[in-house]
């Protein structure tokens, strides 16, 4: 466990409790390895900062007893409210309704708890993935051999699932002809392994539809180890300065990607916690619209950080979601 905040302090202006200060609240993650959650962590806890909060960050590690040995954990602190950052919901659900049944409030990022009690915060996933197919048609045209990374279960991997589905469905000439992915950890390599067989089973994909940057990382490193970069696009979900280097690279299968800022979905999971507790709940869904980013936009913008990526493109620079007039920027 993590602490961002070594004291809780009182916040000028703010209603009860953190007029006060003392305010505790659990960030408890499943998925915890990645760029996309280092920036994740990284914005909720400026935003713990700037709101005077004691973020206590506990990292799941993609063990399922463990997260939920974690929330009872902050439920035996006595947090004032417990952030969800993924998991499997049928892991979660008693224990999350435990922390609500004693007074704490819940959000959840990512993971759907299928309780009007929790406030649900996603990238908009369909958006996301729509994004990513239209870039590949553009790309590919309506007729390509396809392979698909995907792990069920996993609530915004879902959503993605179900426009890749209807894309498959209104596209004929879109044939999936290997389907792979795992979450083990290391992720990227492991899928890569994965990939590797794929690639070598089915030498007439052309297109890889990876919607999670681990994921397509490894089937990227796949591809540059089979000498595949010129026959095979890669389309992610996602994306970190490393994403930006990996897409930038010469020789590079990847070439596309759709994203929030994890820093910004880190600072509104934490903005929308701190409403709650307030006792202004903000809507129930709360959704951070994603931005396409293509290799050539990153060439042409000579983009090479996530932090130039926010200087070019200001839609993925901060997010409205989950605001009031009481709650400073996160710095």
């Known amino acids: ?9 009182a916040l000028k202006g703010a209603p009860a409790p953190f007029d006060r200060g003392g305010v505790k609240i659990a960030l408890v993650n499943y998925l915890s390895e990645g760029d996309f959650f280092q920036a994740y962590e990284a914005g909720a806890q400026k935003q713990a ?30 947090v004032a409210a417990i952030i969800v950052n993924h998991g499997l919901p049928e892991s979660l659900k008693d224990v999350v309704q435990q922390a609500l049944d004693k007074g704490i409030k819940v959000v959840a990022f990512d993971v759907n708890l299928a309780n009007p009690r929790i406030a649900q915060i996603e990238q908009s996933d369909h958006d996301l993935a729509s994004l990513l197919l239209a870039q590949a048609v553009k790309d590919n045209g309506k007729s390509f051999s396809a392979g698909y990374v995907y792990v069920a279960g996993f609530a ?17 000439g879109v044939q999936e002809k290997a389907r792979w992915g795992t979450v083990d950890n290391p992720i990227a390599q492991s899928v890569a392994n994965q990939a590797a067989a794929a690639y ?11 919607p999670y940057d681990e994921f397509a990382r490894g089937a990227n490193l ?17 994306i970190s300065t490393a994403d930006i280097e990996a897409i930038r690279a010469p020789n590079s299968a990847w070439v596309a ?3 929030t800022n994890p820093a910004v979905v880190g600072a509104v999971s934490v903005r929308a916690a701190a409403l709650e507790v307030a006792g202004q ?8 619209r994603p931005t396409l980013v293509t290799r050539d936009d990153l060439v042409k913008n000579d983009i090479r950080t996530v932090a130039d990526l926010g200087a070019k493109f200001p839609a993925f620079r901060a997010s409205d979601a989950a605001t009031a007039p009481w709650i400073p920027a996160a710095q």
């Not at 590690?61 to 954990?73: E, L, S, V």
């Not at 796949?222 to 996602?238: C, F, Q």
């Not at 709940?281 to 951070?288: D, K, L, S, T, Y």
Request: glycine share 6%; hydrophobic share 45%; charged share 25%.
């Open 222 to 238: 796949a591809a540059g180890e089979a000498n595949l970069a010129d026959k095979v696009r890669i389309y992610s979900a996602d």
């Open 1 to 9: 466990m993590l602490g961002a905040a070594a004291h809780a302090d």
């Open 200 to 210: 070598r089973a089915h030498p007439e994909i052309r297109v890889v539809f990876a």
């Open 257 to 259: 990607t759709a994203a």
């Open 281 to 288: 709940p903000p809507a129930r869904h709360i959704v951070v």
């Open 156 to 172: 915004p991997l879902d959503r993605r699932d179900e426009v890749w589905q209807a894309f498959k469905h209104d596209n004929p």
């Open 49 to 78: 900062r700037a709101l005077g909060v004691d973020l206590r960050i506990y990292e799941g590690r993609q063990d399922a007893a463990q997260q939920r040995d974690q929330i009872q954990q902050a439920i035996n602190l006595g």
